[in-house]
C-alpha cells in the first residue's frame, strides 16, 4: 500500500472525513504528486499528468525529496494557470495535512508544507436575508399539497435550527423529538449534537409527517423524501429552496440551504445571543468560523446607520 493509500484510509477511518472531502483531499495530493513527477506539463496536458502520477505512485522516495521550494514553485505555476487564491490555499491545505501525516508516520522528518505561508484571502460576508424576506420564502409553499408542506417543513426547520443541508436530509423519524421540540444531528466527522427547533418549525413537521406518507410510500426512515418516496438528495434540497426564492423574493439574490443557516446565525447574534451558543448550535469546532457573523451583524447595524443618521 503506498503512503497515499494509507493517508486516504486514515482521512476515512480516523478522522471520519466524508466520502466527498477525502475524494478532494486525494485529487489535491495526486495532482501535486504529477507535478513533482512531470514537472509543469503534468498541470496542463491530462496525458502527461496520468503518465506522471503513475511514476510518481511508483517511486517509494517521491515525497521525501520535496522541500518548500518545491511547493512554493507549485503554487506560483497553479496560479499562473489560472488557479484562484482561495484554490492555492486549499491546495496547500491539502499538502499539510498530508506530509503531516508521513511525518507522524516518520515517513518524513518534517512537514515541508508547514514552511510555507498561505496565501492571504479576503474574507468575504455571507450574504444574510431580512426576517421579511424569510418570512416570504417560507409561506412560499402551496400547503394544499403533499409536496408543499413538505417544502413549508423543509424551510422551516432550515432556518429554525441552521443546520447544514446534508445534516437535513441525513435527519431520521427517531432524530426528531417534536414533544421536546429538539432535534439531533449528525454533524461532520460524524459529530453528534442537539438544536433546539422552534414552534413553527414543529407545527410544520407535524402537518407534513402524515403527508409524507402519501408520497411513494417510503419504507425507509429518512424524513424527508421525494415525490417517489425516495430519500431527498441534497442537490434536490439546492432546487428546491432556489426555486421559492426567484419566486418569493423581490430582491436579486442567491439564495441556497446555506444561505438560511448564514442567516440564523446573523439572527441570533444580532437578538444579542452569545457567540459560543451560536457556536455549539451551528456544529463549529472553532469559534473563529463562528466569529465571521459578528462581522455580519456590525455590517448590519453600519448600514442601519448610514440610511438613518442625518450626520452618518
Do not use: C, W
Amino acid at each position: 500500500m503506498t503512503p497515499l493509500e494509507r493517508y486516504v484510509r486514515h482521512l476515512r477511518a480516523e478522522r471520519g472525513y466524508s466520502a466527498h472531502t477525502v475524494r478532494a483531499y486525494r485529487r489535491d495530493v495526486e495532482l501535486f504528486a504529477a507535478y513533482v513527477a512531470g514537472g509543469v506539463s503534468a498541470l496542463t496536458d491530462p496525458e502527461q499528468a496520468r503518465a506522471a502520477l503513475e511514476r510518481a505512485l511508483g517511486d517509494p522516495d517521491l515525497f521525501r525529496r520535496v522541500d518548500r521550494n518545491t511547493i512554493r514553485s507549485y503554487l506560483a505555476h497553479l496560479q499562473t494557470g489560472g488557479d484562484t487564491l482561495r484554490t492555492a490555499a486549499r491546495k496547500l491545505a491539502s499538502l499539510r495535512s498530508f506530509f503531516g501525516y508521513l511525518q507522524r508516520e516518520g515517513l518524513l522528518e518534517q512537514n515541508p508544507a508547514a514552511e510555507v505561508r498561505s496565501p492571504k484571502l479576503a474574507r468575504g460576508l455571507p450574504e444574510a436575508l431580512s426576517i421579511a424576506e424569510v418570512i416570504a420564502l417560507i409561506e412560499a409553499p402551496d400547503l394544499s399539497t403533499p409536496l408543499g408542506l413538505r417544502d413549508r417543513a423543509i424551510l422551516e426547520t432550515l432556518y429554525s435550527t441552521g443546520m447544514r443541508a446534508a445534516e437535513l436530509t441525513g435527519l431520521r423519524l427517531e432524530d426528531v423529538d417534536l414533544v421536546h421540540r429538539a432535534v439531533r444531528v449528525l454533524g461532520k466527522r460524524k459529530k453528534e449534537r442537539v438544536i433546539p427547533i422552534g414552534g413553527p418549525a414543529v407545527e410544520a413537521l407535524r402537518a407534513y409527517l402524515p403527508a409524507r406518507e402519501t408520497l411513494g410510500h417510503p419504507e425507509h426512515r429518512i424524513i424527508f423524501v421525494n415525490e417517489r418516496g425516495g430519500p431527498l438528495t441534497t442537490r434536490s434540497l439546492q432546487r428546491i429552496v432556489v426555486g421559492y426564492a426567484r419566486k418569493a423574493l423581490t430582491r436579486r439574490v442567491k439564495v441556497t440551504p446555506h444561505t438560511l443557516r448564514h442567516t440564523f446565525a446573523t439572527h441570533l447574534l444580532d437578538a444579542g445571543a452569545d457567540l459560543r451558543v451560536v457556536q455549539e448550535l451551528l456544529g463549529h469546532e472553532s469559534l473563529s468560523s463562528t466569529q465571521i457573523y459578528t462581522h455580519v451583524s456590525i455590517e448590519r447595524l453600519q448600514e442601519a446607520y448610514r440610511s438613518s443618521h442625518p450626520h452618518a
